[in-house]
């Protein structure tokens, strides 16, 4: 069955540490990728998005992600984190089913410590 | 300029009676969608409409659930006869376009609690 996985519920991170958020997902076939964060009261927003093209890819607020077909992976990173990136992330791809539908990953909430 | 709305923001039922939720696109947009979240898990696909095609009702859980939406306006989302497990944030998002490509601007969202 075609999934979407966020291993880290939680992640805690040092303000001005790096951090990378992990997603993979199963497909055999071509897919859409998308990040989406969702700041404290707020509704989900896009940050980035994998259609074709370059593997790299950069978002809002410093954010990129890195499209691995080998490893059906498209993990977020950002080289310095700050405060007001604390949210929750959500990961969600489009397996191209003839649909618009998208999957959504379980969500990854960063934590920063100041 | 305005966001995608939802009313009510929170919403305390009893088990048994029904419920509606309702969302206000982005004005133009042709695409909504409706998404339910519940506690510790991903956005689960309910239902979507694209412009004035027949919506996909595949995300569905059962026939308690039904939406409706008016042009390329508002819609509502009905929940008869609630079960403690409709118990959820329900997400309507709306893009310009009708493809996944397209980006979704999502609503805050409806808290949904049946007692």
């Known amino acids: 069955a075609q999934s979407v996985t966020q291993l880290d519920s939680q992640v805690p991170v040092f303000e001005e540490a790096p951090v990378e958020l992990r997603c993979n997902y199963s497909s055999s076939v071509s897919v859409y990728l998308f990040w989406y964060v969702q700041y404290p009261n707020q509704g989900l927003q896009l940050l980035l998005k994998?259609?074709?093209?370059?593997?790299l890819v950069k978002g809002i607020n410093g954010f990129e992600a890195e499209f691995n077909k080998s490893q059906t992976s498209f993990h977020l990173r950002k080289p310095s984190v700050h405060i007001s990136d604390t949210a929750e992330y959500f990961c969600a791809v489009n397996f191209l089913r003839g649909n618009e539908k998208l999957t959504f990953g379980t969500g990854t909430r960063l934590t920063i410590i100041p | 300029g305005a966001g995608v709305s939802q009313s009510p923001s929170n919403k305390v039922t009893e088990k048994g009676k029904d419920v509606e939720l309702r969302c206000d696109p982005i004005?133009?947009?042709?695409?909504l969608y409706w998404y339910r979240q519940r506690l510790g898990q991903g956005l689960e696909f309910l239902i979507y409409?694209?412009?004035?095609?027949?919506?996909?009702k595949s995300g569905l859980p059962s026939d308690r659930f039904s939406a409706e939406r008016t042009g390329e306006s508002v819609s509502t989302l009905t929940i008869q006869r609630t079960q403690q497990e409709d118990s959820a944030v329900y997400l309507c998002?709306?893009?310009?376009?009708?493809?996944?490509?397209?980006?979704?601007?999502f609503g805050p969202g409806t808290r949904l609690t049946v007692l």
């Open positions: 994998y259609l074709s093209g370059s593997t």
């Open positions: 004005s133009g947009h042709t695409a």
């Open positions: 998002a709306s893009s310009f376009g009708e493809r996944s490509t397209d980006t979704q601007y």
């Open positions: 409409f694209q412009g004035n095609s027949a919506p996909d």
